[in-house]
């Protein structure tokens, strides 16, 4: 069943190409009716992501890349300006430098972490920031965390201690909004073939392990994830803040 979405307006940040979970989880808004705005983070970029987004019929097209001083308030007044509201905000962005990301977290450099942890983690916190006064009749803040933030995941390296930031990071929003009526979640996937996933040693195999192990004997895919930010997004979803929902067949249950 999907939940209508009509009359919603939603920015989605973190789309890199048609593999991405961030475009999985697009389709599924706009197909429950949702208007949508669409960041990609560069010049290289815009090339693969402007295409999508004209698929989507996005209302906002724009960059963002948030290590830019500047960029996410501009792209909230464009937000302020064209439609005066927001409903919702999907964040799907991360990135650690490789060598801090393939190294041992022991031997993480000060520089790599604070990058890893401004765009995994802060740049949500900072989106909140800015989304809240545009959520006047409430709305759903919501971002991309993994298994890795609780358990120890081998080659996940550093993005470990970030994501299990972020997810704290969840449980304090919530807190902090929920008397405005703004919902704030995180949704783990399960190992998902993306391109930023690719960048983790031995990722092929792990895929292939986790589908045998996972209870339902498969991976969830982005529109597994697309299904399930859709229903967040909805009023069905209307007492539902503060926690991290897995998406991943199983996945997590098993040790």
Known sequence: ?????????????????????????????????????????????????????????????????????????????????????????????????????HGRVTNCSPQGFSLAMDVSCHSFIRMARLAEPLMKNGGSLLTMSYIGAEEVVVNYGVMGPVKAALESAVRYLAMELGPAGIRVNAVSPGPLATRAASGLNCFEQFLTDAARRAPLRRLANIDDVGDMCSFLVSDAASVITGNTLYVDAGYHIIA
């Open 1 to 101: 069943m999907i939940c209508s979405l009509e009359g919603k307006r939603g920015l989605i940040v973190g789309i890199a190409d048609k593999h991405s979970i961030a475009w999985g989880c697009a389709r599924a808004l706009r197909a429950a009716g949702a208007d949508l705005a669409v960041t990609w983070l560069n010049e290289s970029a815009r090339r693969y992501v402007e295409p999508l987004a004209d698929q989507l019929q996005a209302s906002i097209m724009c960059g963002l890349d948030v290590t830019h001083p500047g960029e996410m308030e501009q792209v909230f007044d464009l937000i302020r300006t064209h439609w005066g509201s927001l409903d919702f905000v999907l964040h799907s962005i991360a990135f650690a430098p490789a060598p801090d990301l």
